[in-house]
Nanobody, 118 residues
Framework: QVQLVESGGGWVQAGGSLRLSCAAS????????MGWYRQAPGKERELVAA???????NYADSVKGRFTISRDNAKNTVYLQMNSLKPEDTAVYYC????????????WGQGRQVTVSS
């Protein structure tokens, strides 16, 4: 069974930085695509960034140039470094491990609150 445990986040003033971490249990992490999503109150959950097993990354336009996703396969951990934070980045952030085969499910972390004050 895969478990994703998130840490980091919290409260920061606009322009500040925060980092989120997501530690995954189970095998297959090194070949898994990992992603960070966020959900603000009253809005749908949206993709923030994703990273493949080979390190290729993809970002939402709203965070390009400010956020960086990275991974450490030796630690089974994926990170989201968030710089130049804006109030509109306020949301609950979720880590996701994409399924590695059609018979598997996607896995989600429990979510971490990020609050950016103006």
């Amino acid at each position: 069974q895969v478990q994703l445990v998130e840490s980091g986040g919290g409260w920061v003033q606009a322009g500040g930085s925060l980092r989120l971490s997501c530690a995954a249990s189970g095998s297959m992490f090194s070949i898994s695509v990992m992603g960070w999503y966020r959900q603000a109150p009253g809005k749908e959950r949206e993709l923030v960034a994703a990273i493949t097993s080979g390190g290729m990354t993809n970002y939402a336009d709203s965070v390009k140039g400010r956020f960086t996703i990275s991974r450490d396969n030796a630690k089974n951990t994926v990170y989201l470094q968030m710089n130049s934070l804006k109030p509109e980045d306020t949301a609950v952030y979720y880590c996701k491990r994409y399924r590695t085969n059609p018979y598997e499910t996607d896995y989600w972390g429990q979510g971490r609150q990020v609050t950016v004050s103006s």
